[in-house]
């Protein structure tokens, strides 16, 4: 009889000082880069996310993993939903947002690294992205929807922000009692959710 290896999946969570500092570019695509980019897609699924940083794993590389599905029938598409939705999961590297529009919006968001915890976030309503896929590929266009706010989202991890340090202070406030008890939560369990699978 054979037994599959089960393998082990973290995130860290708020309180982590990996969560707090600028991850670094990716000089090449390399195996190793590859190797990361897909435990990047499992753990994201693993803990039923559309979004993932690579600083969320712990390692500070300007990488970012993405499952977002396509706005409803009734919104209008932008042209990077109608570009990567149907490419996802879409790991990307080095992404960088050239402008953001003033047009802003609210919506309530979570993360994977603040599990349970949910706020409206004001941000701009469309952004134009730049990155880079594993193959190599340049990707430029504008995002809009759930898909141009998740880059924000994830792209902020980058750069040492979670969702929580945009709250306004009446949303702040009504977190914090939940915030501070998964920070004290997490010192307890070295700020790491953990599966197997």
């Known amino acids: ?29 390399t195996p190793e880069i590859r190797d990361l980019a897909q435990r990047m897609v499992e753990s994201m699924e693993i803990f039923d996310g559309i979004g993932l940083a690579a600083p969320q794993i712990g390692v500070l590389l300007r990488m970012v993993a993405l499952d977002v599905p396509p706005a409803d029938d009734d919104t209008r598409l932008t042209q990077g939903e109608l570009a990567l939705c149907p490419l996802m999961p879409l790991v990307i590297v080095n992404p960088e947002i050239l402008f953001a529009s003033a047009e802003v919006g609210e919506r309530e968001e979570g993360c994977l690294s603040v599990p349970d915890i949910y706020a409206p976030v004001v941000r701009p309503q469309r952004v134009m992205l730049r990155a880079q896929t594993l193959d190599g590929q340049l990707i430029e266009c504008e995002c809009g929807n759930l898909l141009g706010r998740c880059i924000q989202h994830e792209l902020d991890h980058l750069d040492g922000i979670l969702f929580v340090d945009r709250l306004t202070r009446e949303a702040a406030a009504e977190v914090a009692r939940p915030l501070d008890q998964l920070l004290h939560y997490g010192s307890k369990h070295n700020f790491k959710r953990v599966k197997i699978k």
């Open 1 to 29: 009889m054979l037994f599959k290896t089960k393998k082990r999946y973290e995130v860290r969570t708020a309180g982590d000082e990996v969560l707090k500092e600028t991850a670094k570019p990716v000089a090449a695509i």
